[in-house]
């Protein structure tokens, strides 16, 4: 057994990673977003850019990037950037945005202040931007983490069939950490092995979140300036009742979700000076560098486009076109499967969350112990779930035992989003509003329809955002997931049919062409509903339903 | 007993709104429309305020004041029972007062309207609970906005109106649900002086309107001069923790002027109450 110093170091070393993974985003977040308040251009292409990226769940084309990856750097080393890859980008467009944010809404006296005394990029950065962003970042932690945590277990261990057979071990890559070393013991059923390891993460997962929380509460205290936003939104009647550490989270989360509101004023701030050529500091180089990097990308991206097009032969092209109904039908299913998950998370999140937002004790009680287990990955004790129930499912629902096993794990992957963020919101809600609704006694459907969720709907479309985006993560473990518990279900899990099942599916068994062209044919419906849905909601919520406009104090 | 809901019947108020086995009656509080007896507020073991009475009969209005920090606000959201009091016990009409109810309706500090609603809308939200047809809460609705003044601006957003404005629709949704009590919390403070005295000299006849169900008002106000402007009694909160040291009547005809010297007599003997006494030296 090596139990002993094995999971206590893989589980290190797989915290260490995502930590370290972590700070590399925050270190990039704070460049771009720098780069972001000097150059327009850049902001203009970058801040774009990043939303659409944020809205794909790269996990769907994951594998080839992982392949790519491997075969570009063979060895240990490659599989290691690989996976390295895989949390990075978990956690990195969470975070840059968060950065972009939090200097997009530096309070404007204290610009004015480092303009004044002629702050260059260095002291500018150390003494105003990255402290102001520290609030942000913090806040933002968590829900990093717990996404990067989520992906360990795929990413540690991924299978790349023929195409890595070469360079990894019949096709399998693996990296040191808890969820290689979990995916070992369950495929050789050493069930002990992995709860052991569950516990050691466990273990893990608890110390973080307590970590984060008190880490947030520091940046809050120390680092928060006070704004309007969070004067007028936390001038709540819970206020006094929700314990510190979600006190000062949601204060952040606050700041985080009213940020639309002053953007204006900061942009206005910004481009006038820039306008007007009052940069601070002489220098202008991260305005070229800008106009260098947006160049650099948008070449790229036009260049790679057209070197992919050519590159696959006509007849291959022919096949797929040919094959696309097939592979929309496809994306169509995984959307509908989707939709159940999110309409079951938002009916939790509405229910549960209003609940727990309204039954100050109980919430107090129960929120530390649901957000731990938001923060477990799913993937590493679903094995045990499943092996617990397929017996007994399988012969219950012969035809729907799969769908449901891959309900379950996409909705404990997204569920929390949803669910956290509608809380936040209604715990944001003036308590004069409250207050109306109480007085007036206004029935709940009422209450809930003309109050409490048009309240809380820009908290809600975030929330909803983040947890459509995890449900694409969820499923395509779900969909394909051959190795399982191979005693118990030599077949593994698989889905019927489903986009994800055929990318995932298709990567394994080293057929690299379409599960690209379905990929590519998914990035397009996924930007295109970005852009029609997610973006139009979200500007409708912003314009609409900020609840804070709605005190007017003088 | 009712509680006067006419002209619209109040299906809200359930059992429990006030507490029926009590046994309480109108003569046993005095004749009183809403009262409090030995109203307590504590943060955990500090009392706030404690061993407040205070009475407002029929068509009276009465205010509170104090210095900062005396729970004046915290008085007024526990006599709605938002709040529940630490100690003590709240009387609508003799009956005791156990949780909020549509009877005694606040008007908030910080004018509160909702973005997404419409004005008639935001008024229309307190007819709701009343479960009436969609017209006649429509025309009820149409009606309180025409009373405080805002006949033709049914449907323009808050946001779209100045804060007087707002004001006025927080009025007309707290009169609206035909209460019979008004507590409003410093309704004044956030609005400039021309629109904040423009109010004030319609709020008096606008709350005792024929057309409304009202019977008495509670002011909470920092603003002494706006208080014998308006009130028909005051009580003077003081002390930590805070307890009433005093009752005046206003004895001044309406409408009230400044000019009036015994208005400014009420005023030194206000602020002489509320002033700090300067340290011995």
Request: charged share 15%; proline share 6%.
């Amino acid at each position: 057994m090596d139990f002993g110093y094995l999971i206590p170091l893989a589980t290190l070393a797989t915290v260490g990673r995502i930590f370290a993974l972590i700070g590399l985003s925050i270190v990039t977040g704070w460049l771009l977003a720098y780069l972001c308040i000097k150059s327009r251009s850049f902001e203009n292409v970058y801040v774009p850019l990043v939303n659409v990226f944020e809205s794909i769940p790269v996990i769907g084309f994951l594998p080839l990037v992982l392949v790519a990856f491997v075969l570009a750097i063979p060895g240990a080393i490659g599989v290691e950037a690989a996976v390295d890859f895989l949390v990075f980008d978990a956690v990195s467009w969470n975070i840059w945005i968060g950065a972009y944010q939090a200097f997009k809404t530096v309070p404007e006296h204290l610009l004015e202040v480092s303009e004044n005394y002629n702050f260059g990029f260095l002291r500018r950065m150390r003494y105003l931007l990255i402290p102001h962003s520290i609030p942000r970042l913090t806040s933002n932690l968590f829900a990093s983490f717990a996404d990067a945590f989520f992906y360990i277990s795929v990413s540690e261990v991924f299978t790349a069939g023929a195409a890595t057979a070469n360079v990894c071990r019949g096709g399998v890559c693996a990296t040191f950490g808890i969820g290689t070393l979990i995916t070992r013991y369950t495929v050789a059923g050493n069930y002990v092995g992995v709860f052991y390891a569950l516990f050691s993460v466990a273990v893990a997962v608890i110390a973080v979140t307590l970590l984060l929380s008190w880490l947030s509460r520091w940046a809050v205290a120390k680092y928060g300036v006070d704004t309007p936003a969070v004067i007028k939104r936390h001038a709540g009647r819970w206020r006094g009742r929700i314990p510190t550490p979600w006190r000062r989270w949601r204060a952040v989360r606050g700041q985080v979700a009213g940020f639309s509101r002053y953007t204006w004023r900061m942009r206005t701030y910004w481009h006038t000076h820039q306008k007007f050529g009052n940069h601070s500091g002489p220098s202008k180089l991260p305005k070229y560098l800008g106009y260098a990097i947006v160049a650099c990308v948008l070449g790229y991206l036009v260049y790679s486009s057209l070197m992919l097009v050519i590159s696959v032969p006509e007849a291959t092209w022919y096949v797929f076109l040919q094959e696309t109904p097939k592979l929309l039908e496809y994306v169509g299913a995984d959307y509908l499967r989707v939709s159940v998950i999110t309409l079951a998370s938002l009916a939790f999140a509405v229910f549960v969350g209003y609940f727990l937002a309204s039954h100050h004790r109980i919430g107090d009680a129960l929120l530390p112990p649901l957000q731990a287990f938001a923060a477990f990955p799913a993937p590493t004790y679903f094995p045990l779930l499943f092996i617990a129930t397929i017996p007994f499912l399988e012969r219950a629902l012969p035809l729907l035992y799969s769908e449901v096993y891959i309900f379950i794990l996409g909705f404990l992957s997204c569920f929390y989003y949803v669910f956290f963020d509608f809380w936040i919101g209604v715990q944001a809600i003036p308590s004069e509003f409250l207050d109306v609704v109480r007085n007036h006694e206004i029935p709940f459907w009422p209450k809930m329809r003309k109050v409490i969720l048009p309240a809380s709907l820009p908290y809600l479309i975030t929330g909803l955002s983040s947890t459509i985006n995890s449900a694409w993560a969820g499923m395509a473990i779900g969909e394909y997931w051959p190795d399982i518990a191979p005693k118990v279900a030599p077949g593994g899990l698989q889905a019927p049919f489903g986009m994800m099942y055929y990318i995932t599916y298709n990567m394994a068994n080293g057929a690299i062409g379409p599960a690209a062209y379905v990929s590519l044919l998914f990035a397009v419906v996924v930007a295109i509903y970005g852009v029609v849905f997610t973006r139009n909601l979200m500007d409708l919520a912003r314009k609409k339903y900020v609840v804070e406009e709605g005190i007017f104090a003088a | 007993m009712t509680y006067g809901f006419s002209p619209v019947e109040n299906r809200c108020r359930g059992p429990l709104a006030v507490n029926l086995a009590s046994g309480q009656t109108l003569s046993a509080r005095n004749g009183s429309e809403v009262s409090c007896e030995g109203l307590g507020f504590a943060f955990g073991s500090k009392f706030i305020f404690k061993d407040i009475n205070l009475k407002a009969f029929k068509d009276e209005l009465i205010a509170i004041i104090g210095p900062t920090g005396t729970g004046k606000s915290t008085l007024l959201r526990t006599l709605a029972h938002l709040i529940p009091p630490t100690t003590g016990r709240v009387f609508l009409e003799g009956k005791e007062v156990t949780k909020p109810s549509p009877a005694i309706a606040l008007i908030h500090q910080s004018i509160a309207t909702f973005p997404w609603m419409t004005a008639l809308d935001n008024v229309r939200l307190a007819l709701i609970c009343k479960g009436l047809a969609k017209n006649e809460a429509t025309e009820t609705s149409e009606k309180m906005l025409e009373l405080v003044g805002l006949k033709g601006e049914e449907a323009d957003y808050p946001k779209e109106m100045s804060g007087g404005m707002r004001q006025r629709i927080a009025i007309a949704r707290a009169l609206a649900a035909s209460p019979a009590v008004l507590l409003m919390d410093e309704p004044f403070v956030h609005l400039d002086e021309m629109t904040a005295d423009g109010l004030r000299k319609e709020i008096y006849s606008l709350v005792f309107h024929p057309e409304t169900t009202l019977k008495a008002a509670v002011l909470v106000s920092h603003n002494l001069h706006e208080v014998i402007q308006l009130a028909d009694r005051v009580y003077v909160m003081k002390g930590s923790p805070a307890t009433i040291t005093d009752e005046v009547k206003i004895d001044l005809p309406r409408p009230r002027t400044e000019r009036d010297p015994r208005f400014l007599d009420y005023l030194d003997q206000f602020f002489n109450e509320l002033s700090v006494k300067p340290l011995k030296v």
